[in-house]
Structures are given as C-alpha cells and as structure tokens.
C-alpha cells in the first residue's frame, strides 16, 4: 500500500495523523485496508482493524476538535502530569498517554480491560474485546447479581492498585459474553489526585443506579464499602 493510497481512505484526519498511521500500520500493527469505524465520540474516533493476531481496536483523539481545555481540567490534578502545560498538542497527547497508562495498570492488577499494545502521539492501538463486544446498556445482563458483583470486584482490584475508572457507566463496560470488561480509561486518575475520590463516589453512584434498575439491592454506600475493602 503506497502513502498516496492511504491518505485517501484515512483523510478524515489531519495529516499529522495520517502521517502516524502511516507509521503505525507500516510497522504492521493493523492492516490499513481493513480499518472501518465503530464509533465517533466527544474526544476520539474509534476504529477496528485488522491486527497481527486478531482485530485491534485503533482509538484516535482528534487534535482539531477535542475540548482540551476539560481534558487539561481533569488531568492536570494527576500526580503524573502535574507539569502539564495548557498547549493543546501536549495536553491531548498526555491524555492518549494516560489512557495507555492506565490500561497497562489495570492489566497489571488484572482487571479485565482491553490489553494496551501501541501508542503513537494521539492514537492508541489495543485489543479488541469480542467481535467487538456490546456495551452493557446494550446487552443487558442475563445474571446481573452476578454481573454486579463482577463489576464490584474490578473496581476493588483497580483501588488496590491505586488508581480509579473515573467515568463508569453502561457505555464504558463491554458485555463480553456476560463477562464485565471495562474501557475507556482516559480520565482514570490516581487515588492520589485530588479528585481520585470524587471521581470514585461517582463511579459507585452510576453503577448503584444501573444495577438497582436490574433488582440488585445494592446502594453507593454499599458499593464503596466493597470497594474499600482489605
Ligand atoms: N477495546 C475495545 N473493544 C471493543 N470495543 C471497543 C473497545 N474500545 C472501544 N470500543 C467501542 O468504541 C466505543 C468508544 O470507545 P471509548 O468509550 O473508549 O471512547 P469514547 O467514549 O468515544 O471516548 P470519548 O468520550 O473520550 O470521546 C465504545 O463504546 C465501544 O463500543
Ligand atoms: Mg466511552
């Protein structure tokens, strides 16, 4: 595949980014002609592709058109970034950077989240959960006692290791064949960021609320509390 024939499929990008995928599907990491789009949100396009082993998942944050002036709100309490300074190309890097952190954290406490495989300036590349999976406002849960507890048991795992998800809800949790994966982790913070336990509370809230929907008796509190636990 020339360069030419690639800028025409991915010219929905600036050319830095084009430039960079370039990059990134040269070096073999997806194979360009398969690359079709899954979903644009408030900050990134996300794509699937074909990958060395399997689909990757190929998320890019636009650098014309995402609010970096919330991104750099919200990061820039994160001990990691406390140097950040409000230049929109560093500060939408960053927040790619932080994403690839944080799913490489998870991963490392075995949360089930997608594995972290590359990242260039505002693209991440990282497995594709399914073919690819439903959210779990989508996919309701057959079992969602079960479910829940899951879910519960994957926010404890990420607080031992420090940090929290920060934006849980229906749409961020995959429905992987009635298992939880978790995803999008680009406002996971430290739990030594002072919003860490804002950001926590909120996440117990949201799923309180979206469990209770399905008849689980559960409650924030009751949420935190297992969070919290040894
Ligand atoms: N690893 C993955 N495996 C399968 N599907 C995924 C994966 N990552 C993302 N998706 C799909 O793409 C959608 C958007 O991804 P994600 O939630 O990470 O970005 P976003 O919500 O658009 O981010 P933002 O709101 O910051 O723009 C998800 O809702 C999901 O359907
Ligand atoms: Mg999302």
Redesign the pocket.
């Known amino acids: 595949m020339t360069k030419d024939k690639f800028k025409t499929r991915a010219n929905v990008f600036d050319a830095f980014t084009e430039r960079n995928l370039f990059v990134l599907s040269s070096k073999g990491f997806f194979e360009e002609t398969t690359m079709s789009p899954?979903?644009?949100?408030?900050?990134?396009?996300?794509f699937?592709a074909q990958g060395k082993e399997g689909h990757v998942?190929i998320?890019i944050?636009r650098l014309e058109t995402a609010d970096f002036t919330r991104m750099y709100e919200y990061i820039r309490t994160d001990p990691r970034y406390e140097n950040l300074k409000h230049r929109r190309r560093e500060i939408i890097f960053a927040w790619a950077q932080r994403?690839y952190r944080n799913l490489m954290k998870a991963r490392d406490a075995h949360v089930a989240a997608?594995i972290p495989i590359e990242i260039l300036k505002n693209i991440i590349i990282?497995?594709?959960?399914?073919d690819?999976?439903?959210?779990m406002k989508d996919q309701i849960p057959e079992k969602p006692e079960q479910f829940y507890k899951a879910v519960v048991d994957n926010m404890h795992k990420l607080l031992k290791a420090g940090y929290a998800h920060g934006?849980l809800s229906g749409?961020?949790i995959?429905n992987d064949q009635e298992d939880p994966?978790f995803?999008?982790?680009?406002?996971a913070t430290s739990m030594r960021d002072p919003k860490g336990k804002e950001l926590l509370e909120r996440d117990a809230k949201n799923i309180a609320t979206f469990f209770q929907k399905l008849k689980v008796d559960t409650s924030k509190e009751e949420i935190l509390k297992k969070v919290y636990a040894e």
């Open positions: 899954l979903s644009i949100g408030k900050e990134a396009n996300v699937t998942i998320k944050f994403e997608p990282m497995e594709q959960i399914g690819p999976a439903p959210k934006d749409f961020n995959l994966v995803i999008d982790f680009s406002q």
